[in-house]
């Protein structure tokens, strides 16, 4: 089945699909995979979520080269982190080379990110996500002092999950977007500022950035920004790169013009943004 029509390039922005497709589209899926993207999706408790990850982020990309190149021929690199990227062949003309993309999962939504010219990071949590711990154990566990401190004022505790789970998606993106996960870039390493007079904001966490082994000299990279609720049941995050502005690292950051489709690889494409499926957050 061919794909649908190609998206317009440099555009930054981000896309958002819903997973669970029907049976009959899996076996079109699988064609896709290389065999080390085969043996990964085995490898996982959730076999389709995982081949699916996989089968979109091809067929996304292949949309965003105006579709010269077919899904399946697309090759990727990872860096320590296991970050992916595209591996571009050597002599290869057809397609503008700056394309960075992102996944994001949770057990009902798989979001692929794309972006022209900059990193891109993508975070989609369930609003109503269960954990182990409370909200404010895990907050004293990875957020600085001034993010317990701002949720430890709210006293309705449906609200702290809430700002709590904002929170968690913009700083899980934001390292995303670095290349560096958890372990390059620890949450307690950078505040993330939800209620400002200039808008959400991020702040380097002083006391770790003395650290010469400490991975927050990239937090004063430019960015773009967009928070979002999806359906009323999922937030997502999104940072872009931004070269173009001169941004220092406590400066308040710029929303990104995001655009959204839901989508079903090879059954379902539909634009979402600027509808109740999609509200900007900050």
Request: glycine share 6%.
């Amino acid at each position: 089945m061919p794909l649908p029509p190609p998206r317009m390039l440099g555009v930054s922005g981000g896309r958002f699909f819903a997973s669970l497709p029907p049976r009959a589209a899996s076996a079109m899926y699988e064609e896709l995979l290389s065999p080390a993207e085969k043996k990964y999706a085995n490898e996982k408790m959730s076999w389709k979520d995982a081949m699916l990850s996989c089968a979109l982020r091809r067929t996304t990309l292949a949309r965003y080269t105006d579709c010269k190149i077919d899904p399946r021929s697309f090759e990727f690199k990872y860096n320590k982190f296991h970050k992916p990227e595209i591996l571009w062949p050597p002599d290869d003309s057809t397609v503008e080379r700056p394309l960075h993309f992102n996944i994001s999962h949770t057990t009902s939504l798989i979001a692929c990110g794309v972006a022209m010219h900059g990193h891109i990071g993508i975070d989609v949590e369930e609003k109503k996500r269960k954990t182990i711990k409370s909200i404010f154990s895990l907050a004293r566990c990875f957020f600085t002092p001034s993010e317990v401190n701002y949720l430890a004022d709210i006293s309705d505790s449906d609200a702290q999950r809430k700002e709590f789970f904002k929170l968690w998606t913009l700083k899980e993106a934001y390292v995303k977007a670095l290349g560096l996960g958890l372990s390059g870039a620890p949450f307690s390493e950078f505040s993330i500022m939800l209620e400002t007079s200039k808008g959400i904001r991020i702040s380097k966490a002083s006391k770790v950035c003395n650290d010469s082994n400490s991975g927050c000299d990239h937090l004063s990279e430019n960015w773009q920004f967009a928070l979002t609720e999806l359906e009323n049941s999922h937030y997502m995050a999104v940072f872009v790169e931004d070269y173009s502005r001169s941004q220092g690292p406590e400066d308040s950051l710029v929303p990104v013009g995001l655009k959204v489709w839901k989508t079903i690889p090879f059954v379902e494409d539909i634009l979402v943004s600027g509808t109740e499926a999609v509200k900007l957050i900050g």
